[in-house]
């Protein structure tokens, strides 16, 4: 597997692909300070978007509320999870110090590629660690978020209590959309080759005609957001709103 360089990573990685770098790069930025989770800009973009047959369950933006709520649910604790089972307790960083090229420090764990080939409950094929959630999963863009848990006992007149309830919510409200990834989770899985990163501007996008629904670009993708469409029985993604881009 072709070694590159992730300077986030503040080192060299595996990736299935050797580097390919875009002109400029399209970024998409929310100011989390200023979001109350109104969820406009998560129905601008299903309306614009996602609104036929077959794409019900696709929100390609949506926001959430951390650390409760996910979409699908629990996409990152479960990813998580199955990279600390390939690399037990090795997930961990090396501070910065000083003058660096490595502005975060150095990420000694194993990435998605890296641990892909660790994990002993993944096909030896596999070349990016994944999953594939449920149907269920992908039911509600938000469920059981904000929701205060636990009680109190309250002492009441002779010796008697009562029970209040106790609030320990703490949150934040989290944009979510592809990240049109430097080094791509679902374009190192998909077998078919047909996701491509435009030279131009970075947009990651899925060639359709090249797509046979083989899910491993859901399966590869460490956010979730590329996802099936039944009717059709190819993947789709965010775009980017590539159209707008081009004018």
Request: aromatic fraction near 12%; glycine fraction near 8%; hydrophobic fraction near 30%.
């Amino acid at each position: 597997m072709p070694s590159v360089h992730n300077w986030q990573l503040g080192r060299d990685m595996q990736y299935p692909y050797e580097g390919s770098y875009p002109e400029r790069q399209f970024a998409f930025v929310f100011n989390i300070n200023r979001c109350i989770a109104c969820q406009t800009c998560t129905m601008a973009c299903k309306s614009t978007w996602t609104f036929s047959k077959g794409q019900e369950h696709m929100w390609w933006n949506n926001v959430e509320s951390k650390p409760y709520g996910g979409y699908p649910q629990g996409w990152d604790v479960k990813l998580l999870k199955m990279l600390d089972k390939a690399n037990p307790k090795g997930q961990k960083w090396a501070p910065a110090h000083g003058p660096t090229e490595a502005p975060y420090g150095e990420f000694k764990g194993k990435t998605i590629f890296e641990a892909a080939g660790r994990a002993t409950d993944s096909p030896a094929s596999q070349r990016v660690l994944g999953y594939l959630p449920a149907d269920r999963e992908w039911s509600a863009p938000n469920i059981h978020e904000e929701t205060a848990a636990g009680e109190v006992q309250v002492p009441g007149e002779y010796g008697a209590s009562t029970q209040l309830p106790e609030h320990k919510v703490w949150f934040f409200y989290l944009q979510r959309l592809c990240n049109h990834c430097t080094y791509p989770g679902c374009l190192g899985a998909c077998p078919r080759k047909a996701i491509y990163k435009r030279p131009e501007d970075g947009v990651v996008l899925i060639d359709q005609e090249r797509c046979r629904g083989y899910r491993k670009c859901v399966e590869g993708c460490p956010y979730k957001k590329s996802m099936y469409r039944p009717t059709t029985r190819v993947s789709e993604k965010c775009i980017a709103c590539y159209p707008r881009l081009e004018g």
